[in-house]
């Protein structure tokens, strides 16, 4: 399966945003943690995978004044992406991103957070050439 492929790279793209008031301000940053990772690869069943078997951060900061996500991995390395566009509903405050093909990314990929405004729950979608994967967690304003 290549799901370890393109786990490490497809989950720190995901990052969040807030866990924030009914108020219309938006927090300046935001941290954001991994509860459940699953992963779907074409032709083959879907997968739950834990997040540090695949050296992806479990935990990341996200900014959303300059809209730039950073995060440490496992093994020590931090990467940083760019939030593309950025969206408030009454419930929800979504980002949305694309990650450039690269050394770790052969066909890049695409993702999109939703968090809730009142809990700051967090669904996570990333869909690349072959795998989507699906993240669930929690936000929270600092």
Same mark, same amino acid.
């Given at each position: 399966?290549?799901?370890?492929?393109?786990?490490?790279?497809?989950?720190? #793209?995901?990052?969040?945003?807030?866990?924030?008031?009914?108020?219309?301000?938006?927090?300046?940053?935001?941290?954001?943690?991994?509860?459940?990772?699953?992963?779907?690869?074409?032709?083959?069943?879907?997968?739950? #995978?834990?997040?540090?078997?695949?050296?992806?951060?479990?935990?990341?900061?996200?900014?959303?004044?300059?809209?730039?996500?950073?995060?440490?991995?496992?093994?020590?390395?931090?990467?940083?992406?760019?939030?593309?566009?950025?969206?408030?509903?009454?419930? !929800?405050?979504?980002?949305?991103?694309?990650?450039?093909?690269?050394?770790?990314?052969?066909?890049?990929?695409?993702?999109?957070?939703?968090?809730?405004?009142?809990?700051?729950?967090?669904?996570?979608?990333?869909?690349?050439?072959?795998?989507?994967?699906?993240?669930?967690?929690?936000?929270?304003? !600092?």
């Amino acid at each position: 399966m290549n799901i370890n492929r393109y786990a490490a790279i497809a989950l720190t #793209l995901c990052a969040a945003t807030t866990a924030v008031s009914a108020e219309d301000k938006l927090p300046k940053e935001v941290v954001c943690a991994t509860v459940e990772v699953h992963a779907c690869v074409l032709y083959e069943p879907c997968e739950k #995978l834990h997040p540090g078997d695949m050296n992806t951060p479990d935990m990341w900061r996200v900014d959303l004044d300059d809209k730039k996500i950073t995060a440490r991995r496992a093994d020590g390395t931090y990467t940083t992406v760019a939030i593309k566009s950025q969206t408030k509903t009454d419930a !929800l405050v979504i980002l949305q991103g694309v990650q450039e093909v690269g050394e770790r990314l052969k066909a890049g990929a695409g993702w999109s957070m939703a968090i809730s405004r009142a809990t700051g729950r967090m669904a996570i979608s990333i869909a690349t050439d072959e795998t989507s994967y699906s993240v669930l967690g929690n936000c929270h304003a !600092l």
